[in-house]
Nanobody
Framework: QVQLVESGGDLVQPGGSLRLSCAAS????????IGWFRQAPGKEREGISC???????YYRTSVKGRFTISRDNTNNTVYLQMNSLKPEDTAVYSC???????????????WGQGTQVTVSS
């Protein structure tokens, strides 16, 4: 079955860290660009980071320096390391693939179901 599955979301205190995973199955991930998106309650979905097949990375300004996107082609997985988390980072985080990044986003040929990240004391 061709799918993307996110994991790693949790409740964390401000200033804390989480690592999200996006695991691909049914296809080889390394040929694609992968983007991370988030959608907070009452807000539109926004792209936050993208990594292309060559390993180039792109970040939304609000997460630059705090979030790191990486890919492990051996395990067919992409990660989003999130440090110094803030309450405004609270959202459902999703990953998606496409042929290339469009800045820190992408169009999205295939989407995962999302994982909840809540930053609160």
């Amino acid at each position: 079955q061709v799918q993307l599955v996110e994991s790693g979301g949790d409740l964390v205190q401000p200033g804390g860290s989480l690592r999200l995973s996006c695991a691909a199955s049914g296809f080889i991930l390394d040929a694609y660009a992968i983007g991370w998106f988030r959608q907070a309650p009452g807000k539109e979905r926004e792209g936050i980071s993208c990594i292309n097949s060559g390993g180039n990375t792109y970040y939304r300004t609000s997460v630059k320096g705090r979030f790191t996107i990486s890919r492990d082609n051996t395990n067919n997985t992409v990660y989003l390391q999130m440090n110094s988390l803030k309450p405004e980072d609270t959202a459902v985080y999703s990953c998606a693939i496409d042929n290339y990044c469009s800045g820190y986003g992408l169009g999205g040929l295939l989407w995962g179901q999302g994982t909840q990240v809540t930053v609160s004391s």
